[in-house]
């Protein structure tokens, strides 16, 4: 009788279909997670500002009023 031979082609084949799926689901993932990181990114903001809005939110600052005593204590 003849010894038997241990064949390896079917777990080595598994393994290598294991190994692209692994690599394929970490392609897809890393693609979503880059969409969301783009999508949560804000937009650039200006980096000048202009002097005419400064001196408009100064005034707008200097109409409100801010006298917080007469809120807490009407009676006054």
């Keep these: 009788m003849e010894p ?3 064949s390896y082609g079917a777990l080595i084949g598994s ?4 190994i692209i799926l692994i690599i394929g689901g970490l392609y897809i993932w890393q693609s979503k997670v880059k ?4 999508k949560k ?9 202009d002097p005419n809005e400064l001196n408009t939110l100064d005034q707008d600052l200097g109409t409100v009023d ?5 809120e807490v204590n009407p009676t006054q």
């Design 4 to 6: 038997e031979k241990k």
């Design 15 to 18: 393994i290598i279909i294991i």
């Design 35 to 38: 969409n969301v990181v783009e």
């Design 41 to 49: 990114v804000p937009p650039a903001t200006p980096t000048t500002i």
């Design 66 to 70: 801010t006298d917080i005593d007469a």
